[in-house]
């Protein structure tokens, strides 16, 4: 299954965005970003929908715009997939919104994409192609982007992750990783040893969340995620593209050519 590229999730937060969510959420995106996800679950459903609608209307074609929260909220604003909470019913969102269907593309810039451990993707998966030019990697897999609903999930224990199904959830996000000035108290953090554990306990690859910063992105995927997630240091900024730019430069920086996630 391939997760967008950049592998950077930006989680939204309009109680901390500094202005208007629809307006912090596209400067973000003028940095880099490719990936957003409306987390706003105190409004009621009918209101995330047409907040939902309002980012989707004014984001490119090739963002793939997910929602926290309900399956429901994603399938009437007609979103490229869902992130649950722990135990949530992932089987049950993949059925209401399809496998790889009628929704539109999760990103139209996908690029390389990311092999789960422990083997090749699914049926669900999209197609293998050769491997990237350029990649470091000695005939590392490629999957190139198509038409499919993402299904994640939160993780914080290796326990929660290793009990999930691949053929229904896509991705988990493991956290927090640091101490985060979002969710203070929110913890234990973490760190290396404990995201690797998640890493390994994983069928599907791990986004690291909580605490992410320019300066610890390389140590998030040493400990062997395939990507991070960030919200407050966004939501916050007083320059979303260049907070945005920085970590996506950072990204970049730290993944190693030919990488396919989940595989330290």
């Known amino acids: 299954m391939a997760l967008p590229q950049p592998p950077l999730l930006l989680v939204t937060d309009r109680r901390q965005a500094r202005g208007d969510l629809v307006g912090v959420v596209r400067e973000a995106v003028a940095g880099g970003c490719r990936w957003v996800s409306l987390r706003e679950k105190d409004l009621p459903e009918d209101e995330q929908v047409a907040l939902a609608l309002r980012l989707k209307h004014a984001l490119p ?56 451990p422990g083997g090749p993707p699914s049926p669900r998966a999209t197609t293998r192609s050769p491997s990237p030019q350029g990649g470091g990697g ?27 199904d691949p053929e229904t959830v896509d991705y988990v996000v493991a956290g927090p990783f640091a101490e985060t000035a979002s969710k203070p108290g929110y913890g234990p953090a973490l760190g290396v040893d404990g995201l690797a554990a998640i890493v390994r306990a994983s069928p599907v690859p791990v986004i690291a969340i909580g605490g992410i910063a320019p ?42 050519r030919g990488r396919e996630g989940g595989t330290p």
Do not use: K, W, Y
């Open 61 to 116: 074609d090739d963002v793939c715009l997910t929602v926290h929260g309900s399956a429901e909220v994603a399938r009437q604003a007609g979103l490229g997939g869902v992130h649950l909470a722990t135990g949530g019913d992932a089987r049950g969102a993949r059925e209401m919104l399809g496998a790889a269907c009628s929704l539109p593309p999760c990103g139209g810039g996908l690029g390389r994409g990311v092999m789960p």
């Open 138 to 164: 000695q005939g590392a897999p490629s999957f190139t982007g198509a038409p499919h609903t993402l299904i994640g999930m939160s993780v914080h224990l290796p326990g929660e992750a290793s009990t999930l």
């Open 215 to 256: 300066a610890n992105v390389a140590d998030c995927l040493a400990a062997g995620a395939a990507g991070i997630a960030v919200m407050g240091s966004v939501m916050r900024a007083d320059d979303p593209a260049g907070e945005m730019a920085r970590l996506v430069a950072a990204l970049a920086g730290a993944q190693p």
